[in-house]
Nanobody
Framework: QVQLVESGGGLVQAGGSLRLSCAAS????????MGWFRQAPGKEREFVAG????????DYADSVKGRFTISRDNAKNTVSLQMNSLKPEDTAVYYC?????????????????WGQGTQVTVSS
């Protein structure tokens, strides 16, 4: 059974940093794309960052470019999201996602596996 478990969320002041981690189990995702999405109350789930299989290309939502960095450790079957210069509008539940495909997508439906989410709250 595949599981994705996020950690690292919390409460931080605007301008601060957080690092989210996602540990996968049940199968290896080293050749598969993984991503981070977020969902704020009353809003749809949206793409934040993605990384293709084997540590290939990365992509980011325009709203986080230059502030967030996605990385993966294939030996540990993990993906991380370093979030700097956080803003109150970054407040949301953040979800880790994985797909059996090598390439990433901004589409929620592209991903086959999801974590339970971790809350990130940025105070002003």
């Amino acid at each position: 059974q595949v599981q994705l478990v996020e950690s690292g969320g919390g409460l931080v002041q605007a301008g601060g940093s957080l690092r989210l981690s996602c540990a996968a189990s049940g199968r290896t995702f080293s050749n598969s794309a993984m991503g981070w999405f977020r969902q704020a109350p009353g809003k749809e789930r949206e793409f934040v960052a993605g990384i293709s299989g084997s540590g290939g290309p990365t992509d980011y939502a325009d709203s986080v470019k230059g502030r967030f960095t996605i990385s993966r450790d294939n030996a540990k079957n993990t993906v991380s999201l370093q979030m700097n210069s956080l803003k109150p509008e970054d407040t949301a539940v953040y979800y880790c996602a994985a797909t059996g495909r090598w390439s990433m997508s901004h589409r929620v439906a592209w991903y086959d596996y999801w974590g339970q989410g971790t809350q990130v709250t940025v105070s002003s």
